[in-house]
């Protein structure tokens, strides 16, 4: 499998995602790349969407309370790696592990703008990258970025799945902060704004669109 030339770019290592403020790491994720090889095919996009779940007190979250089932335990992972579960029985949504193992912080990638690779993604969303749902929503960037379960734990220092910082940084004013997608069962929680993105990003997803 050839390896990915990173050139003078920084591939974020384990401290970074080691942090335990998962809020700071949610606004702090945009603007970095997220990176794939699959089969030597290499893709890639600018995180543009993400939410956070704040480990055990989050009723959001699902391992609130303490839950820890087979699906839950990769939260419970020491931080830096990835949680990749279907929702609906449908859709393949990436997660960011974060903070100290047993505490289960994760970040949701909800939207990219396509970087790298355009051509692969639009093979596997079937249409042209310059159409904001090829990665709007979490389901479209595990498909356009050919995350599937079998990405679930996989080590975010690797060469298959990582994020890379590309020194896009953005003004306070230009990140939106609102109450996550979906989760009206969270109760209070559900009106928390933990769901950051770019203003005016056309790629990132509509609120009514909860998963595509």
Same mark, same amino acid.
């Given at each position: 499998m050839p390896i990915y030339n990173h050139n003078n770019h +920084? =591939?974020?290592?384990?401290?970074?995602? %080691?942090?335990?403020?998962?809020?700071?790491? @949610?606004?702090?994720? %945009? /603007?970095? $790349? %997220?990176? *794939?090889?699959?089969?030597?095919?290499?893709?890639?996009?600018?995180?543009?969407? *993400?939410? @956070?779940?704040?480990? $055990? *007190?989050?009723?959001?979250? !699902?391992?609130?309370?303490? #839950? #820890? +089932?087979?699906?839950?335990? +990769?939260?419970?992972?020491?931080?830096?790696?990835?949680?990749?579960?279907?929702?609906? /029985?449908i859709h393949h949504?990436?997660?960011?592990?974060?903070? $100290? =193992?047993?505490?289960? !912080? @994760?970040?949701?990638? #909800? /939207?990219i703008e396509p970087l790298i690779g355009k051509d692969i993604m639009e093979i596997r969303r079937n249409m042209s990258a310059v159409k904001a749902a090829i990665s709007s929503g979490p389901g479209s960037v595990a498909k356009a970025m050919g995350i599937d379960k079998s990405f679930n734990q996989k080590d975010l220092t690797g060469e298959e799945i990582w994020i890379e910082d590309y020194n896009i940084r953005y003004n306070s004013d230009e990140i939106v902060s609102t109450p996550r997608v979906g989760v009206a069962y969270a109760q209070e929680d559900a009106f928390l704004p933990w769901r950051f993105f770019i203003k005016d990003n056309k790629y990132v997803s509509k609120p009514n669109k909860t998963i595509p």
């Open positions: +920084t =591939k974020l290592q384990l401290s970074y995602y %080691l942090n335990p403020d998962v809020l700071f790491l @949610a606004k702090d994720l %945009l /603007g970095k $790349v %997220l990176f *794939t090889q699959i089969n030597g095919e290499v893709t890639a996009g600018v995180i543009i969407e *993400t939410e @956070a779940y704040f480990g $055990v *007190t989050d009723k959001a979250s !699902h391992a609130y309370g303490g #839950r #820890r +089932t087979n699906r839950t335990e +990769t939260m419970y992972s020491e931080g830096g790696v990835s949680y990749v579960y279907l929702c609906y /029985g949504l990436f997660n960011i592990v974060s903070s $100290v =193992k047993g505490e289960p !912080h @994760a970040v949701l990638i #909800r /939207g």
